[in-house]
C-alpha cells in the first residue's frame, strides 16, 4: 500500500512567519506534488518535482518555494505567511509514467492569523 | 481558462439509484482521465481512471464513460449508497509535463 504523510494535520500560524510543511511518501516514487485546495477552486498545483533537486512551478507558485533533497521528502516553504495562504495543503506522489496515478497525503489544513 | 470543468457543484440521490458526475474538458492533449473521491478532512482517494483509447472503463459499481468527440467524461455510481457522499474531482494528463488538471469537484449526497 502506498503511503504518504504530511508532519502536521493541522497548523496555525501568524502572518510574516516562515512555515515548512512536510510531505514523505515510502513508495519510492520519482514524481512529488503540492496542491492547495479552496473551496469553489478544486485543487491547485503549487509546485512539482520530478526527481530529487528539480523541481517545477505549478499554476499558483507565488509565494510558496520548495525542496527535495531525498527522494522520499518533498518541503513546501512559505516564506513570509500570509492570510491568503490560509488553505488545505495536500501533497501527492506518483511513479515516473503518464499513466501512473498519483497518490495524496491526508492533508494539512493551515490557518494563518 | 479552466481546462477541466466539472459543472455541478452538488449532487443528491436516493440510496440505491444512479449517481452520473459529469466532467467536460478543453484541452486536446489530455489522455488519461481520472476520478477521485475525497471526504472532509482526508486527502482525495484514486477511484477510477480512462485511457483515451477506450471509451469506457469499469470497477464493481463505478463506471466512467469517456466520448472523445465531445470531450467529456462521466462517472456513474451504481447502486449508490451513503457513504458514497463526497466530494468527487475529475482529472486530466496529457502533454509532456505528467501533471495532472484537476475540476472544481461535484459534492454528491446520498441520501439513505
Known amino acids: 500500500d502506498v503511503k504518504v504523510t504530511q508532519s502536521s494535520r493541522y497548523l496555525v500560524k501568524r502572518t510574516g512567519e516562515k512555515v515548512f510543511l512536510e510531505c514523505v511518501q515510502d513508495?519510492?516514487?520519482?514524481?512529488m506534488f503540492w496542491y492547495r485546495q479552496d473551496p469553489g477552486l478544486g485543487l491547485r498545483l503549487i509546485y512539482f518535482?520530478?526527481?530529487?533537486?528539480?523541481?517545477e512551478k505549478g499554476d499558483i507558485p507565488e509565494g510558496y518555494s520548495v525542496s527535495r533533497e531525498k527522494k522520499e521528502r518533498f518541503s513546501l516553504i512559505l516564506e513570509s505567511a500570509s492570510t491568503n495562504q490560509t488553505s488545505m495543503y495536500l501533497c501527492?506522489?506518483?511513479?515516473?509514467?503518464?499513466?501512473?496515478?498519483?497518490?495524496f497525503g491526508p492533508g494539512t489544513r493551515l490557518t494563518v492569523l | 481558462d479552466q481546462q477541466v470543468k466539472q459543472n455541478s457543484p452538488s449532487l443528491s440521490v436516493q440510496e440505491g439509484r444512479i449517481s452520473i458526475l459529469n466532467c467536460d474538458y478543453t484541452?486536446?492533449?489530455?489522455?488519461?482521465f481520472l476520478w477521485y473521491k475525497k471526504y472532509p478532512a482526508e486527502g482525495p482517494t484514486f477511484l477510477i481512471s480512462?485511457?483515451?483509447?477506450?471509451d469506457k472503463n469499469e470497477d464493481g459499481r463505478f463506471t466512467v464513460f469517456l466520448n472523445k468527440s465531445a470531450k467529456h467524461l462521466s462517472l456513474h455510481i451504481v447502486p449508490s449508497q451513503p457513504g458514497d457522499s463526497a466530494v468527487y474531482f475529475c482529472?486530466?494528463?496529457?502533454?509532456?509535463?505528467?501533471?495532472?488538471?484537476f475540476g472544481k469537484g461535484t459534492l454528491l449526497t446520498v441520501n439513505p
Open positions: 501527492a506522489s506518483r511513479n515516473r509514467g503518464s499513466t501512473d496515478t498519483q497518490y
Open positions: 513508495m519510492d516514487h520519482e514524481n
Open positions: 518535482s520530478y526527481d530529487v533537486k528539480m523541481k
Open positions: 484541452n486536446s492533449m489530455f489522455d488519461y
Open positions: 480512462i485511457s483515451s483509447i477506450k
Open positions: 482529472a486530466a494528463n496529457g502533454g509532456s509535463n505528467y501533471k495532472l488538471t
